[in-house]
């Protein structure tokens, strides 16, 4: 999990993105789309098209960070595009990373029984 200080705000960035982007370019997007500055000590995540690949960026106040994640089975549950931005507390951000919806902590994808 990302050591995200208190008072750090995690922001959504609602529908889909284009995952090969890295943090010059995702920072471009969170300053003209989302009007925030993304080397502000906030976290700015976005999801790729297909559902499954996150990419975090946040600048620590030393360095820009790029953080990916694919989830090997499900989807994390994401806003639609017409909520725009979405702020979101750093515990619903560790539910999201571990593919359970932060909105109600379940998991996303359950195993098949053997039997």
Not at 78 to 85: E, F, M, Q, R, Y
Not at 91 to 105: F, N, S, V
Request: hydrophobic share 40%.
């Amino acid at each position: 999990m990302i050591p995200v200080p208190s008072g750090t705000r995690v922001w959504l960035a609602a529908g889909h993105t284009d995952m090969r982007k890295g943090f010059n370019s995702l920072a471009l997007v969170v300053q003209e789309v989302l009007k925030r500055d993304p080397h502000g000590g906030h976290l700015f995540v976005f999801r790729g098209r297909k559902g499954n690949l996150v990419r975090i960026i946040w600048h620590d106040g030393q360095g820009a960070c790029v953080f990916t994640k694919r989830l090997e089975r499900g989807r994390f549950l994401w806003p639609s595009p017409a909520d725009g931005v979405v702020t979101i507390s750093s515990a619903q951000l560790g539910y999201l990373l571990e593919g359970i919806d932060w909105r109600m902590p379940q998991k996303t994808w359950r195993p098949l029984s053997a039997g």
